[in-house]
């Protein structure tokens, strides 16, 4: 389900969701929504075809609950921006390591990274 980045350039499509490491730290949640904070197709980002949304929903979808959105917390949104703060991304590691769900080894390594910066963004078509 879990792809890097050379793998989405051979498949060719566009239509992915992208986990994004957050590189800003200290910044405020306003800022972290700004258009030119999120730069996407990072060669560190990991992706999920859109054929597999909805095994990623039903698979993650509680175990990483709600991100922080431009006006508060709100489930995932397929189609924007989510963020996860430092503290959100070690409780879903907390739960990926207890529940072992699809997949779950590439992320948790992806999300072990994610630790050192500043969390990390899904984000949406």
């Not at 800022?31 to 030119?36: P, R, T």
């Not at 739960?95 to 969390?119: F, R, S, T, V």
Request: aromatic fraction near 16%; hydrophobic fraction near 35%; charged fraction near 25%.
């Amino acid at each position: 389900m879990f792809i890097t980045d050379k793998q989405r350039k051979t498949f060719g499509s566009t239509s992915y969701l992208e986990l994004q490491y957050c590189i800003h730290k200290g910044a405020s949640v306003k800022n972290l929504f700004a258009k030119n904070t999120v730069e996407h197709w990072r060669d560190d980002s990991i992706y999920i075809c859109v054929d597999d949304m909805h095994l990623f929903y039903s698979e993650y979808g509680e175990i990483f609950g709600k991100s922080n959105y431009k006006v508060g917390l709100k489930n995932i949104d397929m189609f924007g921006i989510n963020y996860y703060n430092a503290t959100q991304t070690r409780s879903i590691i907390n739960k990926i390591e207890e529940q072992k769900p699809c997949d779950y080894k590439i992320l948790l390594d992806w999300l072990k990274c994610a630790q050192a910066d500043n969390g990390f963004y899904i984000l949406g078509l």
